[in-house]
T-cell receptor
Framework: ETGVTQTPRHLVMGMTNKKSLKCEQHLGHNAMYWYKQSAKKPLELMFVYSLEERVENNSVPSRFSPECPNSSHLFLHLHTLQPEDSALYLC?????????????FGSGTRLTVV | KNQVEQSPQSLIILEGKNCTLQCNYTVSPFSNLRWYKQDTGRGPVSLTIMTFSENTKSNGRYTATLDADTKQSSLHITASQLSDSASYICVVRPGGGNKLTFGTGTQLKVEL
């Protein structure tokens, strides 16, 4: 384990469902990130939180709603998703929001929207 | 526009053989470049980090090179093992605190 834990590992949901992805880190890092990884595409940055404050939102549709209740936990709330949202969702953390010392990634949640 | 291009897209080699993966970037200004290994069903794990002044850096059987003039990097894997089967992703950090630029990765498969 890398120190960043994501649950669930796999999720299948219908387009009308509401679900949440969870990420937890106990590395003492101050910044946390959500990335989307689709086949044959580079990782896409979705959201950045630094010290529990959202500092970046990269034009992500409102059907994705992040939440960072404290510096160790990050959620991604999902509702009325589309099939093209099926992807691997990766959470990462870093010591600071610039990630100068690198990122630690979780194992991801494989999401399938049916 | 900042871009990172990796080649080949996929590669199959026999166990024990060497291979080299390529990364070309147009990111400017440049801060550093990392190679990540991503096993199937896992998140990426950092292998090496290269800064502007570094030409070569090794991590076990992995050796990364950087030519900042031509904006190219390579990852050489020596005496490949089955466990090297993974996606290898090149990531470039621009200067000025801008966000990372990811390549699409090279999918490596090592066979018996």
């Amino acid at each position: 384990e890398t120190g960043v834990t994501q649950t669930p590992r796999h999720l299948v949901m219908g387009m009308t469902n509401k679900k949440s992805l969870k990420c937890e880190q106990h590395l003492g890092h101050n910044a946390m990130y959500w990335y989307k990884q689709s086949a044959k595409k580079p990782l896409e940055l979705m959201f950045v939180y630094s010290l529990e404050e959202r500092v970046e939102n990269n034009s992500v549709p409102s059907r994705f709603s992040p939440e960072c209740p404290n510096s160790s936990h990050l959620f991604l709330h999902l509702h009325t998703l589309q099939p093209e949202d099926s992807a691997l969702y990766l959470c990462a953390s870093s010591q600071d929001r610039i990630g100068l010392y690198g990122y630690t990634f979780g194992s991801g949640t494989r999401l399938t929207v049916v | 526009k900042n871009q990172v291009e990796q080649s080949p897209q996929s590669l199959i080699i026999l166990e024990g053989k060497n291979c080299t993966l390529q990364c070309n970037y147009t990111v400017s200004p440049f801060s550093n470049l990392r190679w990540y290994k991503q096993d199937t069903g896992r998140g990426p794990v950092s292998l090496t980090i290269m800064t502007f002044s570094e030409n070569t850096k090794s991590n076990g059987r992995y050796t990364a090179t950087l030519d900042a003039d031509t904006k190219q990097s390579s990852l050489h894997i020596t005496a490949s093992q089955l466990s090297d089967s993974a996606s290898y992703i090149c990531v470039v950090r621009p200067g000025g605190g801008n966000k990372l630029t990811f390549g699409t990765g090279t999918q490596l498969k090592v066979e018996l």
